[in-house]
């Protein structure tokens, strides 16, 4: 994933949540969010509001596209 950030800036990411977003039960891309902090983002946590956020603009992307 380093491959996605710029080059002076790769490193400062310690966790990153990734969210993928879809239109019509496709994926056409997704919303990373990373941090500084390593216990940002962990496995296990809860991800109830990343996946409401995901469905939110999911769902308003469907009806544009």
Known sequence: YYKLFP???KYFVR?????PMAVHHGI???WING???PQRYQPGMRT???ERF???VSQRLSEIV
């Open 28 to 30: 056409i891309g997704v």
């Open 48 to 50: 109830d509001y990343l």
């Open 15 to 19: 966790s990153m949540a990734i969210v």
């Open 7 to 9: 080059a002076a800036q």
């Open 35 to 37: 941090d500084v902090l």
């Open 54 to 56: 995901a469905g939110l």
